[in-house]
């Protein structure tokens, strides 16, 4: 093909995929705004003219999808499907935020500067830019919701054609996908987009797991097509008679979903029977009462089926805070599984599959959900307020806020708040207002006496008890699990320090001043140096704080030789010395790091060997992964190289936050095999000789056991051996053998997994 009929066939796609937007947008209920949605392309494209993406397609395709994923799934506007088209022009060309503004506006180039990366350049040696992006799209989205809305589907759309990059990178943007773009898209009630984006994650991390998972769940799909008719049929027969239009369907759980219940309950495949749920979605009549169309769908059910009473969830009468409403109930089936039902309205379904977007469809309906989304985004403000110094400090602040699971507890006077699981007293008291939580000695719940650090539970109603002398603590952040605590004790805590640091410095002039002294720099620099203190700063606290008293000769201190100037010149020699002494940067490591004496190439995969261990790699102790376990390298301040399996929590947080570092590693396949250590947990029907059956299988495979601890209650035994072994397959092995002894039930490793 040449060149000129590749272009031809190139412009066509883009056409094509441009004429597919514009199709999408004129079938939604939107306002006809086709000029200035053709605009802002036409000039997209302009502007990326001759760029392409890593998988050789013309550039312009990437911003095209994503205007597409907001337009389709989202459900916006105009305004977001031209910063959607717009969103990569300042930072990848010569354009400006300006030159946007004075050709789309304000609010679209508002919007796309949002978007737009903040240069990793800015910021010093042990700051995440990552983390500061985000805090750069949350500070935008405080003013716009649709800055984080666009930035999701840019998120999604990256996800789906992943393919294309380095393992390394893809590791980076698959752990900041599942820390914070899966929760946040949850938070903001996008579902369906949450679980796509778990499940990519999932599977360009863990492509075997997700391969054999699949394999199993396409094994056992007429399986649970037989369950579904059986058991539709007679709930079909009872609706059709309430003479309502309305939907039923079965919709599996996603493979992340499963392996992740899996991992928690340290069950396999076999043993997870929720693997699908039925749903009833009834469309929506003028007039109608969902909340009594719900519950009539619930009596017919639970005329044919028995109810779990356990498992009723009413999220109709009182929603989750991103908007979700629905009513779940959990009955025994005719072919004895328990079956868990989800019934809900067609605008109940929209706004669970597309969230925050599908609000303004049925504003006018005046949904209590548009509140509840209101109260999430005040918090973040408030949050964006007083927002740690420490970027990745703010990130985890910021995750704190993003759980799925909530209760609900009342004030003294009745009112509901809504907190998330977990929440203390404490979190409460700053729930209701930070002078509350500032001075808050102890809480009523119940009418009961309790502490401050309390676990509160769904239905508590709760009176926090204060005094004037008292004021956040350093130990209080111990106490808390919300967001917003943090923040509120966080700001006191530098308020108060302050304070103290003011009240140093007046206590130092006004010494100084009566032995006629002026407060210098160099003269700060020499008392710092005497009382061995880091800083200036907290000299000041410590005066102001009453930690130390000034000498009384401070004069005669002050006028020994180098009081001008010499703890400032030491501490600058000091300075300079630890500048040229710093450990080498991210981008080399020392020529025995990673068995190879060159600059680290992220587009690398690089072999684990026995011997590396004994100079630059380490493994790390909060996944234990071993020969066999998919993992990737973080490269330490200290240069050195650690080893994490990629389902490990730790591991997930370090590529969120320092994508940068992260390697791509395999183990060598001639790999000397050593011992490493791993912990596997068996459960089963106890009898007699059942630890000696058990000893004797892991001692007939040749490997040594650290460790065996057993418990047995009411003739149910639960074991927990610790062995050395030399890879996965022999643990794999060990298990097998394990799970054939009579009376296991279940044998697994335990693992620490996000």
């Given at each position: ?6 272009q031809t ?19 939604t ?13 036409q ?11 890593r998988?050789?397609?013309p550039?312009?395709m990437?911003?095209?999808a ?7 799934e ?5 305004t977001?499907?031209c910063?959607?088209?717009?969103h ?7 354009y400006?935020?300006?030159?946007l ?5 304000e609010k679209i ?13 800015m ?15 949350l ?6 919701i ?10 999604l ?11 390394a990178k893809q ?5 900041e996908?599942?820390y ?13 987009i ?8 999932f599977?360009?991390?863990n ?13 056992t ?8 008719t059986?058991?539709?049929a ?5 609706l059709?008679?309430?003479?309502f239009?309305?939907?039923i369907k ?19 495949f076999?043993?997870i029977?929720d693997?699908?749920?039925v ?16 519950w ?13 009473p ?25 072919d004895?599984?328990?079956i ?8 109940m ?13 049925y ?15 005040k ?5 964006l307020?007083?927002p740690?110094?420490?970027a990745?400090?703010?990130l985890d602040?910021?995750?704190?806020n ?23 007293a ?11 939580g500032?001075h ?25 008890l ?19 605590a ?8 530098k308020?108060?320090r ?8 007046e206590?130092?002039?006004?010494s ?5 002294i ?5 003269v ?18 410590a ?6 008293d ?11 030789r180098?009081?001008n ?12 010395f ?8 991210e ?5 025995s ?5 060159e ?29 066999g376990d ?7 301040e ?6 994490h399996a ?10 969120a936050s ?17 011992p490493?250590?791993?912990?596997i947990?068996?459960?089963?029907i ?9 000893t004797?299988v ?9 460790s ?5 209650n ?5 074991g ?7 890879d ?11 799970a ?12 620490n997994?996000?």
């Amino acid at each position: 093909m040449t060149d000129k009929e590749l272009q031809t066939k190139e412009d066509l796609m883009v056409e094509n995929e441009f004429n597919a937007l514009i199709n999408d947008y004129l079938n939604t209920n939107h306002r006809r705004k086709v000029d200035i949605i053709t605009k802002a392309y036409q000039f997209a494209r302009e502007a990326h003219k001759g760029a392409r993406r890593r998988s050789g397609e013309p550039y312009i395709m990437h911003p095209l999808a994503v205007a597409r994923i907001v337009c389709g799934e989202i459900g916006l506007g105009s305004t977001s499907i031209c910063a959607a088209l717009l969103h990569d022009v300042v930072e990848d060309t010569e354009y400006t935020t300006e030159d946007l503004t004075n050709l789309f506006g304000e609010k679209i180039a508002r919007i796309v500067d949002g978007l737009t990366k903040i240069s990793s350049g800015m910021f010093g040696d042990n700051v995440s830019a990552q983390a500061e992006n985000f805090r750069k799209l949350l500070l935008t989205m405080s003013d716009d919701i649709r800055v984080i809305l666009i930035k999701i589907a840019d998120r999604l759309h990256n996800m789906r054609t992943l393919g294309s990059m380095t393992p390394a990178k893809q590791y980076k943007i698959s752990g900041e996908t599942m820390y914070i773009y899966a929760p946040l898209a949850h938070r903001l009630g996008l579902f369906a987009i949450k679980t796509e984006l778990e499940e990519l994650s999932f599977k360009w991390e863990n492509s075997d797991i997700y391969k054999e998972i699949s394999e199993k769940l396409n094994t056992t799909k007429q399986q649970r097509a037989d369950i579904y008719t059986h058991f539709a049929a007679p709930v079909i027969e009872k609706l059709n008679t309430m003479g309502f239009q309305y939907e039923i369907k079965a919709r599996d759980k996603s493979i992340y979903s499963i392996w992740n219940k899996m991992q928690h309950k340290g069950i396999p495949f076999e043993e997870i029977y929720d693997i699908f749920a039925v749903r009833i979605i009834f469309e929506n009549e003028p007039g109608m009462d969902e909340k009594k169309r719900c519950w009539d769908i619930y009596s017919a059910i639970t005329d044919i089926y028995k109810l779990r009473p356990d498992r009723i969830r009413d999220w109709v009468s009182r929603p989750k805070s991103n908007g979700y409403q629905a009513l779940h109930l959990t009955v025994m089936g005719p072919d004895g599984q328990w079956i868990e039902i989800q019934i809900r309205s067609r605008r109940m379904d929209d706004i669970a599959e597309k969230g925050f977007a599908a609000h303004w469809k049925y504003k006018e309906g005046k949904v209590e959900e548009d509140t509840e989304l209101d109260k999430w985004l005040k918090t973040i403000k408030e949050i964006l307020e007083n927002p740690s110094p420490n970027a990745l400090d703010f990130l985890d602040t910021i995750k704190l806020n993003l759980f799925s699971q909530e209760i609900f507890v009342f004030t003294p006077k009745g009112e509901i708040r809504t907190l998330a699981q977990g929440a203390t007293a404490l979190d409460f008291a700053y729930d209701l207002h930070s002078d509350i939580g500032d001075h808050a000695i102890g809480a009523k719940v119940n009418h009961k006496l309790v502490p401050l650090s309390y676990k509160l539970r769904s239905g508590d109603q709760l009176e926090i008890l204060t005094s004037k002398s008292q004021h956040p603590q350093t130990e209080w952040f111990n106490y808390i699990s919300t967001a917003k605590a943090r923040t509120k004790i966080e700001y006191s805590l530098k308020k108060g320090r302050k304070d103290k640091i003011k009240k140093g410095e007046e206590i130092l002039r006004n010494s100084l001043t009566k032995l006629s002294i002026e407060l210098t720099p160099s003269v700060i620099d020499r008392i710092v140096d005497y009382y061995k203190m880091t800083n200036k700063e907290n000299l000041l606290y410590a005066l102001g704080n009453h930690d130390i008293d000034l000498p009384q000769k401070i004069n005669k201190l002050l006028s020994q030789r180098g009081s001008n100037s010499g703890g400032g010149v030491l501490r600058y020699m000091k300075q300079a010395f630890q500048a040229v002494t710093r450990p080498l940067t991210e981008n080399t490591l020392p020529s025995s790091a990673l068995a190879v004496d060159e600059p680290i190439d992220k587009k690398k995969t690089y072999l684990l060997q026995e011997d590396s261990f004994n100079k630059n790699f380490r493994l790390a102790t909060c996944c234990n992964p071993i020969p066999g376990d998919t993992v990737f390298g973080y490269i330490t301040e200290n240069n050195v190289v650690e080893v994490h399996a990629v389902v490990c929590p730790v591991g997930l947080k370090l590529k969120a936050s320092h994508g940068d570092k992260i390697i791509n590693l395999k183990w060598d396949n001639n790999y000397v095999q050593a011992p490493f250590m791993s912990t596997i947990t068996i459960t089963g029907i106890d009898r007699i000789g059942m630890l000696n059956d058990i000893t004797k299988v892991i001692s007939s495979g040749r490997l040594n056991m650290k460790s065996f601890n057993i418990e047995s209650n009411d003739g149910i035994f639960e074991g927990r051996a610790v062995v050395y072994v030399h890879d996965a397959t022999d643990l794999k092995k060990l298990c097998s053998e394990i799970a054939k002894i009579k009376g296991v039930r279940s044998v697994n490793r335990k693992q620490n997994v996000y």
